[in-house]
């Protein structure tokens, strides 16, 4: 079983940065893929960015290309993402998630999720 606790949302002016960060305990060693997600307003969950362990390969959504950085500490147990040039329609839940198994990187692919952690883009 794995369990993630994301930690650094807040409220932040566009243009800002902020760092998440996902805290990951239990059994990890059958964990293929380390996936951000958020959840805008009244709007379906979407993948953000994504880490593969055993490679440390990455992905991204397209509209934060070049501003997200999705990074994994070992000795911390954490993946981060941080974020700069935040903009307004950055504004969701980002969720922290674990797949155990090769797949797309949509939601159906992940079975363990963190809580949530809220960001606040202002104009």
């Known amino acids: 079983q794995v369990q993630l606790v994301e930690s650094g949302g807040g409220l932040v002016q566009a243009g800002g940065s902020l760092r998440l960060s996902c805290l990951i305990s239990g059994r990890t060693d059958n964990i293929y893929r380390m996936g951000w997600f958020r959840q805008p307003p009244g709007k379906g969950r979407e993948a953000v960015a994504a880490i593969d362990p055993w490679n440390d390969s990455t992905d991204y959504e397209d509209s934060v290309k070049d501003r997200f950085t999705i990074s994994r500490d070992i000795a911390k147990r954490t993946v981060d993402l941080q974020m700069n040039s935040l903009m307004p329609e950055d504004t969701a839940v980002y969720y922290c998630?674990?797949?155990?198994?090769?797949?797309?990187?949509?939601?159906?692919?992940?079975?363990?999720w963190g809580q949530g952690t809220q960001v606040t883009v202002s104009s």
């Open positions: 998630a674990a797949a155990p198994r090769w797949g797309p990187n949509v939601p159906s692919t992940y079975d363990y």
